[in-house]
């Protein structure tokens, strides 16, 4: 039997709203007790409400608790805070100096913020603002949420000691895994290092060192951020389980459990460890980490601190706004994603608009802001090294030439670039096997053995995948007995439970050419009764086409029925939903079909 390990006093209590059972043990001797961070909604505002909103600075106040609150609107980017200044609690009111309409201005002493960065500019550098988090929910309704304690690594703070050249050690695997030496100890980030991501969707790019087997087993600890294939790779989790199942995993306490499909997997993993977040743990006298949660996905993504002799490193994975947005200062390390394309939006929407050259565009587009979003995070933060890894993926199936073509990915080069252009920050773009000496990069950063670079002649890029035997896997699907009666297809939209909702799908089963598929499965859904007409009812409505090659339902949908992956596809069902209303792709749905790089979406409205 799989055990789930809580490295905390059985004292505490977690919420675990969503998974079946979870064993609370102490972690280990000596582990420092604190408080385990919480959010507090402060305030919703419905979605008209949220539509409502004008660009620039917004006035508001929860009604039932009288408090008041400023929200800073550009564009899609949302900034907020309590309507309380830091100085001495002054409300804040409309700067009529302001010529930006950025600015408030306090009612006590006339201090003036900008809401746009949160810092004040007169008095210049004083205070910066505490920051609230802004999360839109699955309705396009808007929340307003405080973190508590909003920087829990300033607890028992340390100051850094003297780390001796080689006593900390960071060598990039691929993609998001990282293999840490720090001091007697080794932790991994993340591996994915075999096998595909996404079903058949993604591959490596990187080819891992030969004895990446060899470094897993040799890990103290491996945390693994979230359920997403590229950071939760079954596939290498396997092949780690054959050697030692008893390594210990840690995960944060997301309200979608990470492994939430580990009895279905057959991987055999016995010490899995799910942590609070936002506390300490420590794993000898030098070494401790932190899990923190997302600030957009708080339901599932997280990033991590780990600390050694007081020296921070910061993964913030693929997080959208980690910590809410609050995180260390100065670190010493700070890696990030960096890549983009993780959507299927928009290379499988086809009709209408979506045009080549609109996706060229927007893709472009996309990409450029994801950097500066980036390069200002790490100028804001002003770490000592930044390395931009977690990206590192590609579309390599023959069937998937056309993503692979349109869906351009970041530079990690561009973005260093970027980085160095409006800071001092030293850059590290990684390659396999290479091996970054903090000790040395910190105290000269032009030191030429601060960052080891594999032997000369080591292969950097796959030129070949192993498709074959994860293929057979999807193929098996196919001929599930569920699937030989098409009375699967309501049965399933009925268990899914999603209606009342004024929309039209019709699913097409095609070949791999994306034409349809003799005798396979076309059908209308009318989410407003649930019901499968033969023809399009005549009042208005939006309408979809999905157009699938004949594996991707059929595969995906043998997992749906599980019983234990019920309450995920009640929320991933909504969200997609809603997601094809508002004509976009919400990530919930690119991690069920999209990200498979085998549906076509074709917009009728």
């Known amino acids: 039997m799989n055990a789930f390990h ?24 000596g582990m420092e007790q604190s408080i385990e961070q919480t959010t507090e909604v402060l305030l919703c505002l419905s979605p008209g409400e949220a539509a409502d909103l004008k660009e620039g600075i917004n006035f508001l106040r929860n009604k039932k608790t009288g408090k008041d609150f400023i929200l800073y609107k550009s564009k899609n980017r949302m900034r907020a805070c309590k309507n309380v200044c830091k ?34 500019v007169n008095p210049p550098g004083s205070f910066c603002q505490d920051e609230l ?65 996404f079903a058949r969707g993604w591959w490596l790019l ?57 009895n279905q997997s057959g991987v055999q993993l016995t010490n899995i460890n799910i942590v609070p977040f936002g506390i300490w743990q420590q794993v000898d006298k030098n070494l ?22 007081g020296h921070k490193i910061l993964n913030t994975v693929d997080c959208t706004r980690p910590n809410g947005g609050r995180l260390p200062e100065k670190v010493a390390l700070m890696m990030s994603d960096f890549a983009g394309g993780a959507s299927g939006f928009p290379m499988t929407f086809s009709g209408g608009k979506f045009t080549e050259e609109w996706k060229a565009q927007f893709i472009k587009a996309e990409r450029k802001k994801l950097l500066n979003y980036k390069a200002r995070l790490v100028k804001d933060l002003q770490p000592r090294i930044y390395c931009p890894f977690a990206g590192y993926f590609v579309e390599s199936h023959p069937s998937d030439k056309y993503i692979k073509e349109t869906n351009i990915k970041n530079d990690p080069n561009e973005l260093n670039n970027l980085i160095k252009k409006n800071s001092d920050v030293v850059t590290w773009t990684p390659r396999p096997g290479a091996t970054l000496d903090l000790s040395r990069m910190l105290k000269d950063p032009t030191d030429s053995k601060g960052i080891i670079e594999p032997p000369e002649g080591t292969k950097i890029y796959k030129d070949s995948w192993d498709f074959e035997p994860y293929l057979n896997i999807l193929n098996a699907a196919v001929g599930d007995e569920i699937f030989l009666h098409s009375s699967w297809i309501k049965e399933y939209f009925t268990w899914a439970g999603f209606k009342d ?28 009764d649930l019901s499968f007409p033969k023809e399009r009812p005549s009042r208005e409505h939006p309408y979809e086409e999905v157009s699938s090659k004949l594996l991707l339902p059929v595969y995906l949908s043998s997992f749906l029925f599980k019983p234990t992956f019920y309450f995920r596809v009640v929320l991933d069902l909504r969200k997609s939903l809603r997601g094809w209303y508002r004509r976009s792709l919400t990530p919930s749905f690119t991690v069920l079909v999209v990200a498979t790089n085998e549906a076509v979406l074709k917009h009728n409205y």
């Not at 004292?11 to 972690?27: A, G, T």
């Not at 001091?183 to 994915?192: A, E, I, L, S």
């Not at 401790?288 to 002799?309: A, N, Q, S």
């Open 6 to 29: 809580s490295p905390i006093s059985s004292k505490q209590k977690v919420s675990r709203r969503r998974s079946c059972f979870v064993l609370f043990d102490p972690f280990l001797p």
């Open 288 to 309: 401790r980490f932190m899990i923190l949660m997302d600030g957009v996905h708080p339901e599932m993504d997280t990033c991590i601190i780990v600390e050694y002799k």
């Open 133 to 197: 988090v802004v999360e839109m929910d699955e309705d396009n309704g808007l929340l307003l949420l405080e973190l508590n304690p909003p920087n829990p690594w300033d607890s028992e703070p340390r100051s850094p000691e003297h780390l001796a050249f080689g006593e900390v050690q960071i060598t990039y695997l691929t993609h998001a895994c990282m293999d840490l030496k720090l001091g007697d100890k080794r932790m991994v980030f993340d591996p994915w290092l075999t096998g595909p991501a």
């Open 206 to 262: 990187h080819e891992p060192p030969s004895d990446w087997l060899e470094r897993l087993c040799q890990a103290d600890l491996i945390y693994i951020s979230h359920m997403h294939s590229d950071h939760l790779s079954y596939p290498t989790l396997k092949e780690l389980a054959g050697r030692r199942p008893d390594i210990p995993i840690y995960v944060g306490n997301t309200e979608r459990p990470v492994f939430w499909n580990l």
């Open 501 to 528: 909702y004024n929309l039209v799908v019709r699913m097409i089963e095609t070949d791999e050419d994306f034409s349809p598929f003799p005798g396979g499965y076309d059908y209308l859904v009318d989410f407003l």
């Open 87 to 120: 100085h001495q609690g002054g409300l804040f009111i409309k700067d009529i100096e302001d010529l930006d309409g950025r600015s408030v201005r306090c009612t006590k002493h006339n201090w003036r913020l900008d809401v746009s960065t949160m810092k004040n």
